[in-house]
């Protein structure tokens, strides 16, 4: 089955076949437990149960980095930090930045949308 032409072909197709077969012994793990996630407990079990043991340490060192960079990041889905969170804006804020674009957009609705924002020049100290 090493021949030349098919090789390629083969080395491509590897990286798929493990994850397909990792994903769905994960599926069957996460169904027994009647969990409807597939959470990093049923990834390592099912590392075992395949008989790829050795990987183990490796995913769990991954999964441990991936923990600790998610929870230094500042949270992609939420619009608004929470308070004291440090890197968004505060309600008020939000609230006042709202205020200022409804009023230029009203602005540029009465000149006729030539006029530039006022608050530009404001925000670019």
Known sequence: MDTAGSRP???V?????????????????????EKRTIAPEHVLRALEILGFGEYIG???AAYEQ?????LESPKVGGRWAKEG???????EE?????QRMFAEARAR????????PAAQA???D
């Open 109 to 116: 609705m009465n000149s006729g949308g030539a006029a530039a």
């Open 66 to 70: 991936h923990k600790n960079e998610s």
């Open 13 to 33: 197709s590897l990286p798929k076949e493990f994850i397909n077969l990792i994903s769905s012994e994960s599926n069957e793990i996460c169904s027994k437990d």
């Open 94 to 98: 939000a609230i006042a930045a709202q």
């Open 122 to 124: 404001n925000d670019s």
């Open 85 to 91: 969170g440090g890197g968004g804006m505060t309600e």
């Open 9 to 11: 072909k083969d080395d």
């Open 58 to 60: 490796e995913v769990q």
